[in-house]
């Protein structure tokens, strides 16, 4: 299902607009999208080869799904920024959970906003951070 919603997300009949926007791009039913699974996307080191150039009436879209007794899905990408007869997706994340289902579909208009998580550095660099602090406090000299 949730296949389905984002590629109606990303089909809907645009019109034109301003220029095009640098969107986040992971788990696209589109196999020339650069970057590959969310899952990656998470873990990279940098984000700079999932990104991708939205078209001119485009804006930059995420959706999260959590199925009953499957995996996470997450798609991001480019995604009309008008519906049909012209009107305007409203801004922000919102709901759509079914029986089966919890997702939420985030639409956003500035450079590279879909990232959708925290940055948050590898366990290691915190552990090193803990070690420095600490050899630092018991090698400071008395007073």
């Known amino acids: 299902m949730w296949h389905a919603v984002a590629l109606l997300l990303c089909q809907l009949a ?21 970057g590959g ?3 990656e996307f998470r873990n990279a080191l940098t984000w700079s080869l999932f990104t991708v150039t939205c078209a001119d009436d485009e804006i930059c879209a ?4 959590l199925y009953t007794g499957q995996e996470d899905r997450e798609f991001r990408g480019c995604a009309a920024r008008e519906a049909w007869f012209g009107l305007r997706h409203p801004l922000g994340c919102r709901p759509a959970n079914t029986s089966d289902s919890q997702t939420e579909f985030c639409l956003c208009d500035t450079r590279l906003c879909n990232a959708g998580t ?24 008395e007073r």
């Open 14 to 34: 645009p019109a034109p607009a301003a220029a095009g926007i640098d969107c986040y791009a992971c788990g696209g039913l589109v196999s020339d999208q650069p």
């Open 37 to 39: 699974s969310c899952r």
């Open 62 to 65: 995420k959706t999260a799904s």
């Open 118 to 141: 925290r940055r948050r550095p590898p366990a290691a660099l915190w552990m090193l951070a803990v070690l420095a602090l600490a050899l630092a406090l018991a090698l400071r000299p």
